[in-house]
C-alpha cells in the first residue's frame, strides 16, 4: 500500500505561481505513471497532467504552457508547477500514482489540495 499526500495548495490571485508536491510512503519506481487530476467545483474529476516512465509528459489543453509536472524519484515525489493561474484552475488537486501489476494496474490517490485562483 503507498500512500500520497498533497501540499502547496492555497489561494493565489490570477497570474500567480503555486507549486504542489506529492509525497510518497513508500518507494516509487521509474516504471509508475504519476499523475495530477483536478475537481473543480460542481464538475467531474478531470487529468490535468502525468509523467510515465522516463520523462514522457502529457497534459490537458488548458494548461499547456502553463503548468509543468516533474519527478524525483529519489525522494519519492511528484511536483506540478503552476504558473499563469487563472480562476478556472480553481480545484481540489489530487495526485496519483499507478503501478503496474501482473494483471494491470494499480491506483493509489492523494487526499487532495485545494487550488482557489481569485483576486
Known amino acids: 500500500q503507498v500512500q500520497l499526500v498533497e501540499s502547496g495548495g492555497g489561494l493565489v490571485q490570477p497570474g500567480g505561481s503555486l507549486r504542489l508536491s506529492c509525497a510518497a510512503s513508500?518507494?516509487?519506481?521509474?516504471?509508475?505513471?504519476m499523475g495530477w487530476y483536478r475537481q473543480p467545483p460542481g464538475k467531474q474529476r478531470e487529468l490535468v497532467a502525468t509523467?510515465?516512465?522516463?520523462?514522457?509528459?502529457n497534459y490537458a489543453d488548458s494548461v499547456k504552457g502553463r503548468f509543468t509536472i516533474s519527478r524525483d524519484n529519489a525522494k519519492n515525489t511528484v511536483y506540478l508547477q503552476m504558473n499563469s493561474l487563472k480562476p478556472e484552475d480553481t480545484a481540489v488537486y489530487y495526485c496519483?500514482?499507478?503501478?503496474?501489476?501482473?494483471?494491470?494496474?494499480?491506483?493509489?490517490w492523494g487526499q487532495g489540495t485545494q487550488v482557489t485562483v481569485s483576486s
Open positions: 496519483n500514482l499507478r503501478r503496474p501489476t501482473g494483471l494491470g494496474f494499480q491506483d493509489y
Open positions: 513508500r518507494s516509487i519506481f521509474s516504471r509508475d505513471a
Open positions: 509523467m510515465t516512465s522516463g520523462t514522457s509528459t
